[in-house]
């Protein structure tokens, strides 16, 4: 009654094992279909020993179109990037007539927006303009396309991740308003849910404004020696791989004879 949305396909290199992207020769693009398991269900994909697609793309053929004089250099191909970013490269080919920079969804995109307007000013190692990703989040092509004299036209494309989400921060333990017995424990456990589209690689409790613990993956979870009676705020900051941060709320409790 309803298309299966378990098994999906893929273009994959055959010869890498990673993803095919537009560069990627179309002799060696094969489509492999993949199980994804439903939320809830990768505990048991995993003891069943289910292949996961592949989650890196083939960068073997990526600089096929890049040439000396109409490149881009910042950002790197399949870099992740956030904010404002500076692009920079070359574009200084013989009988250039103007430049333009573009980017749109995918490896393959269908649609395409222009960054800025068109360049006539050849650019050696240096700016070629500034890409505001504020409110883009995925998997992005950026392209910088050159316009000859003769309306011949040349163009060098890398991918990146934009990433402008912050993790997210749920407090499991303790609760706010807790009150500890300090005559019965000194110790209180500290756990938190972090959780972030891409990945989350730093975490740190904070307990009254000092850091009391930090982990590089979860579970995020420790136990901690109270040293004192009287009122602590406990706070968790998260930071993902493109440098996103999250903060959580403050979490006060106490510790009362």
Known sequence: TTYDNLFQPYSVNRETGKLATMMTPVDLIEERIYMIPPPGAEVWAENENIVSPPSEYDTVFETGNRTPEINITNPAPFDMIRGKVNIRGNAFPKRMEFYRLQYGRGLNPIHWTQLGGDESDPVIDGLLGIWNTEGLNGLFT???????????????????????????????????????????????????????????????????????????????????????EGEYVFQVKAYDHAGNLAESEQIIFSANQ
């Open 142 to 228: 950026l392209q910088l396309v050159t316009i000859f004299r003769d309306d011949q036209i040349t163009s060098s494309e890398i991918y990146v991740t934009i990433d402008n989400m912050p993790p997210t921060i749920r407090i499991l333990s303790p609760t706010q308003g807790l009150v500890i017995d300090f005559q019965e424990t000194q110790e209180i456990v500290l756990e938190a849910e972090v959780e972030d589209e891409i990945e989350v690689t730093r975490v740190v409790f904070y307990i009254n404004g000092s850091a009391a613990a930090e982990f590089s993956a979860p579970p995020y979870s420790t136990r901690w020696m109270l040293d004192a």
